[in-house]
């Protein structure tokens, strides 16, 4: 009866109880595994910061807030400011002497009117004294009988109509220039020095095209 006591001794010594700690080794591998696979995940956490990405984006549509055209109205509304400037722009650039004051529209307009006047009157005067002159010619021809008191009254008389009309075109051509500078703008220059001939001399002779000191020159020539 003993012997099989031992036999069944010998066999616990057998037993793979060592083996048990073999199965711990892959334990330890499978928990190492899920350990390197955590940081795979840290990735994705990296990649969030690219969703802030279209963040900065978002300023980019407020770079057509700053084109937008109601900017642009502003600019159209600045030649109106300029009509105005067209409305009065004769007025403005004509010259006047550093101690006047500038022309306004009011003595513009007495100017272009006083201008109309003379010139119409100056027409009907050049008129009147070709007429004459034309009657002076048909008498001088008809008249041959006549003693040479006559005829040299007829001609007298002819030579001052003759003078009287040539006197009235001049003065006809003076006025029609004034008028077509004072539409253009350059009323009130002096056509031989450049400088201002006066208001108050335009004033009193509108169809002066010579300042004081340049029409004294002419008349001592």
């Given amino acids: 009866m003993k012997a ?8 616990a010594k057998a037993v793979p109880a060592k083996a048990a700690p073999a199965k711990a080794a892959p334990a330890k ?16 956490a990296k990649a969030a910061p690219a969703k802030a990405a ?5 300023p980019a549509k407020a770079a057509p807030a700053k084109a937008a055209p109601a900017k642009a109205a502003p600019a159209k509304a600045a030649p109106a400011k300029a009509a ?3 409305t009065g722009g004769t007025t403005r650039r004509l010259v006047v002497r550093e101690d006047e004051s500038p022309w306004t529209e009011a003595e513009l307009a007495e100017v272009r009117t006083e201008l109309d006047v003379e010139i119409a009157r100056l027409r009907a005067q050049i008129s009147d004294a070709e007429e ?17 008191a006559d005829a040299g009254t007829k001609t007298f008389e002819r030579e001052h109509e003759m003078q009287l ?6 003065l006809l051509l003076q006025n029609e220039r004034a008028l077509a500078r004072l539409q253009d703008g350059t009323y009130g ?5 450049g400088n201002p001939i006066g208001k108050l ?3 009193a002779f509108p169809r002066a095209t010579l300042c004081v000191s340049c029409k004294q020159l002419e008349e001592r020539a």
């Fill in 165 to 170: 009309a040539n006197n009235a075109r001049e």
């Fill in 29 to 44: 591998a499978v928990k190492a595994a899920p350990a390197k696979t955590a940081p795979a995940k840290a990735a994705p």
């Fill in 84 to 86: 105005p400037a067209k």
């Fill in 4 to 11: 099989p006591v031992k036999a069944t001794k010998a066999p």
């Fill in 189 to 193: 220059i002096c056509e031989n020095c």
């Fill in 54 to 58: 279209p963040a900065k984006a978002a």
């Fill in 132 to 148: 004459g002159i034309a009657d002076l010619l048909r008498d001088s021809g008809d008249g041959a009988g006549d003693d040479q």
């Fill in 201 to 203: 001399r335009l004033q």
